[in-house]
């Protein structure tokens, strides 16, 4: 298979872990139920739980408890976009071509899916337990998983974005609200898939480092998409930034200058990726892809 079929097969597989740990639309608490899977279901590229099984599977790993942890970030990065979508944060009414949540089912029902998913997620990770004789491995895939995504990851990283909204913000601020708000999600993934295939502290160390450059990147790429994209390609509203007065690489550098750093940070991720034995390109082209992506 060329990169495209292999990648379809390969978010086909993550969106089926997905799926398989969704709530049941039924009870008397069902409407949350609704929400967290109509915000789970809207059309996201899978591409966390994609990145998670490639590097369990450049380790080696072969088991099926990277299933539940697979649909456990993809909950979790779901939360946090229905929390930034409120009103009360960047106030979206679309994402991915459709009603973001809570145009959908209202700002009180949206509040609740979004801590409903982020819960959610652990109780699901927790599932792996059952599904693999090595514990001291999914007890410290948890515990990536809450670091990254708690007030030393994600949380802290939308915390100071919010803060600095309407402040003029420097590049080391940016840089720490980048690496915590979008690239914590993407350490965790991929330094999850090695933990749980068992690579070394010092392989996972890389891994980490090579993910925070992805990060950067993707979220540089970002920047430049909401001045350069196109909407009716991205699945949302252009220009949202500089609506919502926010400091971006495209203000910092303009757009040639946001280019340019993305091409860096691609260059270091993949540096650190070459580094590991592997005649599975794959990987390769999948990060390459990513962040030189044009929605």
Known sequence: MNFKETLTARQQEAEAAVIRWLPAETGHQKLIFQAMNYSVLAGGKRLR??????????????????????AAIEMIHTSSLVHDDLPAMDGDEYRRGKHTTWVEYGEDMAILAGDALMIYAFEVAAKAFSMTDQAARVGRAIE???????????????????????????????????????????????????????????EQKEIEEMASDVGMAFQIQDDILDVAGDAQVIGKPVNSDEKNNKTTYVTLYGLEGAKEQVKEYSRRAVEILDRFPSEDVFLRELILSLINRDR
């Open 49 to 70: 739980p994609v990145l998670m099984k490639e590097v369990y599977r450049l380790f080696g790993g072969r088991g099926e408890e990277i299933q539940p942890f697979m």
């Open 144 to 202: 990536i998983l809450a670091a990254k995504t708690g007030i030393y990851g994600m949380i802290g990283g939308q915390t100071v974005d919010v803060e600095l909204t309407d402040c003029p913000v420097s590049r080391e601020q940016l840089d720490f609200i980048y690496r915590l708000k979008t690239g914590a999600l993407l350490e965790a993934s991929m330094v999850i898939g090695a933990v749980l295939a068992g690579a070394g502290e010092k």
